[in-house]
């Protein structure tokens, strides 16, 4: 089936965002569930392959679950005056005024 064009450039919407991010972070806890059984039930090198991967995985599963959405550039950026690049001509001293005169 063909994947159907959106009209628009609108990104998922914060709910989603979130319940997609639990739901990848629960998936690496259960690997990271099967990775304890695994070292338990196998010996040698492989006992400790799944044993690291124990240990590694949530943080692994932590770093991604808090990355968010990412931003997209805005498609207005590039018009954006870039103010470094003007000529600064100095702020004039401010002066109190003169009584009884004009400024």
């Known amino acids: 089936m063909d994947q159907v064009p959106s009209i628009t450039s609108a990104q998922r ?35 400790w392959t799944f044993a690291a991967g124990a240990v590694v995985l949530p943080y692994i599963a932590v770093v991604i679950g808090n990355a968010g959405r990412r931003r997209r550039a805005s ?8 103010t470094g690049a003007l000529p600064h001509e100095p702020t004039p001293r401010w002066e109190p005024p003169r009584p009884g005169g004009t400024a």
């Not at 709910?15 to 010996?43: H, L, N, P």
């Not at 498609?75 to 870039?82: K, V």
């Open 13 to 47: 919407s914060r709910g989603q965002d979130v319940s997609g991010r639990a739901m990848q972070y629960a998936i690496m806890m259960g690997i990271r569930v099967a990775c304890f059984f695994a070292a338990i039930f196998t010996e040698g090198w492989l006992r």
């Open 75 to 82: 498609d207005n950026a590039a018009n954006l005056l870039d």
